[in-house]
């Protein structure tokens, strides 16, 4: 597979809404690096997207591991070929959500910690590729990652029926969720940045799946920021995807730098 000197780097390209932003990258002509742990499957869901192999082999490299392997994800971040390095990350990896037998804390995932993890991951990657090719530091890259309502400390952004969910049975998941976003924060602002800026999507209760044409477009949905929130009920994981991709892909998102933006039906 090829790549270009201009790539968005995807983690997580297999979840719902950051499968659904990846379509509409690939359709818009843009070059990408995935890591997949089964690239198979990444590649399956595209074809049944309608994502032709052609478009896959010429503006696709994937990258075979996981997020617990610095040199796969460098080599997502980084073209072994010209040592070209990503112009955007795009990030939305999240674990699959498990119940177990408590009253206070019934929703956990498989891996607890995979946001916080990926994000770390992500931010080390970054420090060794500026010191071992210093040039590419003049360029770094900016990132947007996939968190979710409820985990603001700023405003509530979680309508009345579902704040319960949120707060008791949802917990932990969004502990995780917090945590990231304050790994993203702290590691896009001063002299020892890593990112040229950062977006925390935070979409309402997800529904649906990747495909395309099942959301009701991206110019339906309501968008709101950290001090005044779009508060909603659910949002469809395809209509997610098709925002990020109009507003943080296709645009580089620079309105949105050090934004935390809810998003909601």
């Keep these: 597979m090829t790549t270009s000197s201009r790539f968005i780097a995807f983690f997580g390209a297999t979840g719902g809404c950051t499968n659904a932003a990846l379509v509409h990258t690939l359709n818009a002509g843009i070059h990408v690096r995935a890591l997949a742990r089964t690239p198979s499957k990444l590649t399956d869901m595209l074809l049944a997207q309608g994502i032709s192999q052609a478009t896959i082999d010429s503006q696709l490299t994937i990258i075979k591991g996981d997020i617990a392997s610095m040199p796969a994800i460098k080599s997502v971040l980084l073209s072994d070929k010209d040592h070209t390095l990503t112009t955007q990350i795009m990030s939305g990896v999240g674990g699959t959500p498990q119940l177990r037998w408590s009253i206070k804390r019934p929703v956990t995932i498989d891996n607890p910690e995979i946001c916080a993890t990926t994000t770390k991951n992500i931010v080390q990657a970054l420090h060794e590729i500026y010191a071992e090719h210093p040039s590419t ?31 008791v049975a949802l917990a932990d998941p969004h502990k995780d969720k917090k945590v990231m976003e304050k790994i993203v924060t702290e590691n896009a602002i001063g002299l020892d940045a890593v990112f040229r800026g ?3 999507v935070r979409p309402s209760l997800l529904t649906g799946d990747q495909n395309i044409k099942g959301g009701k ?7 709101g920021q950290e001090d005044k929130p779009a508060i909603g009920y659910t949002i469809h994981k395809a209509d997610v995807g098709e925002w990020i991709f109009e507003e943080t892909i296709k645009t580089d998102g620079q309105r949105w730098f050090g934004q935390k933006v809810t998003l909601t039906n």
């Design 198 to 200: 950062a977006i925390a």
């Design 217 to 223: 477009g991206w110019k339906s949905l309501r968008v």
């Design 137 to 167: 530091a003049t360029h770094k890259p900016s990132i947007v990652i996939i968190s979710t309502t409820g985990v603001s400390d700023v405003r509530e952004d979680v309508p009345f029926g579902f704040q319960t969910m949120y707060h």
